[in-house]
């Protein structure tokens, strides 16, 4: 039997913890994108482009990754107490009830999970991990030894990943715009995360207006195919 090299197993965990297939419903959220596209805000390649860019500067590099990587250091230190607070300033950041809803509903998907693979401390943390998947995933990430700059860079991966996937669905768009397009989401990626790593405690936080109405709206959409 061939040793694996040092990381290898981590990188395949890490894999396994960002696939579209993981069980958490990520395909069924659409991000506020369905009612934008019924609504006209959202037309062309270029339209769902400008939206995405626009929620990767103003609230995942902003609020998401921040607080993946403040969350997985309390988890590292066993610091319950900093867990919950960083869980508060997320679901605070979340400007939807449709968007708060999200974050719980797929954090309790993922919290099962963490208990489905014997994950130590998952069963105690169950309650504050179940309020939200960030949470989960940096738990995840943190037992499996998986390093914080490639946990973050993963998020964001599989959150570009469900939001482009939305948008070719919704718009429609066909696969190879789809492809074009999370091709030039993904070069941004590592800005994104450096961005996040400079941000003091006290300047997280996210701006997403047009994302926050579109969502509301979806809240009442007469006919739709996703949750938000």
């Given at each position: ?111 099962d999970l963490l208990l489905a693979w ?111």
């Amino acid at each position: 039997m061939i040793d694996a090299i040092p990381g290898d197993l981590a990188l395949v965990r890490l894999l396994h913890l960002v696939s579209p297939t993981l069980p958490t419903g990520a395909f069924t959220y659409s991000q506020g994108i369905e009612w934008a596209v019924e609504t006209g805000w959202l037309r062309t390649a270029a339209d769902l482009e400008a939206w995405a860019m626009d929620q990767l500067e103003q609230s995942v590099s902003r609020l998401d990754l921040p607080l993946l990587l403040r969350m997985a250091r309390a988890l590292a230190a066993d610091d319950d107490d900093a867990l919950e607070h960083w869980i508060e300033r997320l679901l605070a950041g979340r400007e939807s009830a449709e968007l708060r809803a999200e974050e719980g509903q797929r954090g309790r998907a993922l919290a099962d999970l963490l208990l489905a693979w014997a994950l130590p401390r998952a069963d105690l943390l169950r309650p504050l991990l179940a309020r939200s998947q960030v949470a989960g995933f940096a738990f995840a990430a943190q037992r499996w030894g998986i390093d914080g700059r490639a946990m973050a860079l993963g998020y964001a991966w599989a959150w570009a990943e469900n939001l482009v996937l939305a948008g070719v669905k919704i718009v429609p768009l066909g696969q190879r715009q789809g492809q074009q397009l999370l091709a030039r989401i993904a070069a941004e990626l590592p800005a994104a995360l450096h961005a996040a790593q400079l941000l003091a405690d006290d300047d997280i936080g996210a701006s997403t207006p047009a994302m926050a109405i579109a969502s509301a709206n979806h809240e009442t959409q007469y006919t739709r195919l996703f949750r938000s």
